[in-house]
């Protein structure tokens, strides 16, 4: 994979921060690539050359987030639950204004389901209803609760401005994966 321009990298984080800051501003409708550029101090060429507009940067970046989850969930794929959701609550406190901008406004509404969707893949992989507890169970039932659920308790945690540590919404949030997977 050939390396990529530190200026180019450089810029497209100043631009990703830039949509992100204006979001927790006002509405997406409202943001003009005028806007982005003006914060991101480049100018509106510069955002062209590396977007086509401003949803295929929101995309992109939705896109990017979701694509290091999936990274985060393949490193841990052998782990206990409470183990792996450890890891995935520090990248969302890590990432805390994305995620809670994303979860909890209007800013972006399809976010969820493009969460949802792909929490929908990763509890699929784990689903078992030929034995166990889940025994008899339609796989497409438990997996829409487990993934709803989860998505339901990280919305929750951001809306509520963190009323858990990390560690203790990771600590329970595997527990109660492990007992329903």
């Given at each position: 994979?050939?390396?990529?321009?530190?200026?180019?990298?450089?810029?497209?984080?100043?631009?990703?921060?830039?949509?992100?800051?204006?979001?927790?501003?006002?509405?997406?409708?409202?943001?003009?690539?005028?806007?982005?550029?003006?914060?991101?101090?480049?100018?509106?060429?510069?955002?062209y050359l590396?977007?086509?507009?401003?949803?295929?940067?929101?995309?992109?970046?939705?896109?990017?987030?979701?694509?290091?989850?999936?990274?985060?969930?393949?490193?841990?794929?052998?782990?206990?639950?409470?183990?792996?959701?450890?890891?995935?609550?520090?990248?969302?406190?890590?990432?805390?204004?994305?995620?809670?901008?994303?979860?909890?406004?209007?800013?972006?509404?399809?976010?969820?389901?493009?969460?949802?969707?792909?929490?929908?893949?990763?509890?699929?992989?784990?689903?078992?209803?030929?034995?166990?507890?889940?025994?008899?169970?339609?796989?497409?039932?438990?997996?829409q609760f487990?993934?709803?659920?989860?998505?339901?308790?990280?919305?929750?945690?951001?809306?509520n401005d963190?009323?858990?540590?990390?560690?203790?919404?990771?600590?329970?949030?595997?527990?109660?994966?492990?007992?329903?997977?």
């Open positions: 994979m050939p390396k990529v321009d530190r200026r180019i990298l450089k810029t497209q984080e100043a631009v990703r921060k830039a949509l992100i800051e204006l979001m927790a501003e006002k509405n997406f409708d409202d943001i003009t690539i005028q806007d982005i550029s003006d914060k991101a101090n480049v100018s509106r060429g510069t955002i590396h977007y086509m507009d401003k949803y295929d940067l929101l995309d992109k970046l939705i896109e990017s987030h979701i694509n290091r989850l999936r990274e985060l969930c393949a490193e841990v794929a052998e782990w206990e639950f409470v183990e792996a959701t450890q890891i995935w609550t520090e990248y969302f406190e890590q990432h805390y204004s994305f995620f809670s901008l994303m979860l909890t406004s209007k800013g972006a509404p399809y976010f969820r389901a493009r969460f949802l969707d792909y929490l929908i893949e990763e509890v699929g992989k784990e689903v078992d209803v030929t034995k166990g507890k889940n025994e008899g169970f339609n796989e497409e039932v438990i997996i487990v993934a709803s659920a989860q998505v339901g308790l990280v919305e929750w945690w951001f809306a963190r009323p858990i540590p990390q560690h203790a919404l990771a600590e329970q949030m595997g527990r109660l994966l492990e007992r329903n997977l």
